[in-house]
């Protein structure tokens, strides 16, 4: 029986003096176990100083949808008109992967699901900005986990969320409020153009938004959802509205 197929976006990291394209089990697990689907590893191979960089668009058209995991990096400031703080660290690669991804994944119609760091990319490639720090920002919760919990804790709901009422997330859970973990020092300043606001935490910070006016279903949001998917009703109901897209499109193309 054919199942979609999930491009999801490495990050890069070295390991002694070799560079290790990587993404955590968790968002391959969720692909499997949330969607019944397979997970299809990107390497960030996109520029490499020669002529030989991976077709973006060849291999969107192969695929049935994106996943843009989370990381423990962050997207290089200067893609959105800003300096970089002390203390951030960055992925030039992945950022080179994934702001070449996001555009043409939309122009494509590939269903795309964007989580944490997906998050913040999908915002800065519509031209929104960035908080590096959130939780130096009057008004704003401290959004981070603490490091030292086990990873049930650090992953454990952390505050609420008010979907918007005629947004894609109330549409899938079928509810206004739901409850979400929290792990992330950066949040969205400014919305990019033309994005759709799904949901905000109690401080008022965005946490979710879709493109209304692309092909395909796309859903970025700052929690996540990969996290024990199908032990909870929300998340789970993210990952099936990802899957009913994947897999209309796995028909289709």
Request: net charge negative.
């Amino acid at each position: 029986m054919k199942k979609p197929l999930i491009g999801l976006a490495c990050d890069v990291q070295i390991d002694g003096i070799h560079p290790f394209h990587r993404v955590g089990e968790k968002y391959t697990a969720a692909v499997i176990d949330a969607m019944g689907a397979v997970p299809v590893l990107i390497p960030c191979m996109v520029e490499r100083g020669d002529d030989r960089g991976m077709d973006i668009e060849a291999l969107l058209a192969s695929l049935d949808g994106l996943l843009l995991p989370g990381g423990y990096s962050n997207v290089e400031p200067h893609h959105y008109g800003e300096e970089s703080r002390p203390g951030t660290l960055h992925d030039v690669r992945r950022d080179s992967l994934t702001l070449s991804l996001i555009p043409k994944a939309i122009q494509m119609g590939v269903p795309l699901l964007a989580i944490c760091r997906g998050f913040q990319e999908m915002n800065v490639v519509y031209g929104g900005t960035l908080h590096q720090h959130v939780h130096e920002i009057d008004g704003f919760m401290d959004h981070r986990e603490n490091k030292e919990d086990p990873r049930e804790v650090q992953y454990g709901h952390a505050h609420n969320v008010a979907l918007a009422t005629n947004g894609v997330l109330a549409s899938l859970y079928g509810q206004t409020t739901a409850k979400v973990n929290s792990l992330h020092g950066q949040g969205i300043k400014q919305l990019g153009h033309g994005l759709q606001v799904e949901c905000r935490a109690p401080d008022g910070l965005i946490e979710a938004f879709c493109d209304p006016q692309a092909k395909a279903f796309n859903m970025a949001v700052q929690w996540h959802p990969e996290y024990q998917v199908t032990q909870d009703d929300f998340y789970s109901a993210i990952f099936d509205g990802f899957r009913v897209a994947a897999e209309q499109r796995m028909t289709t193309k």
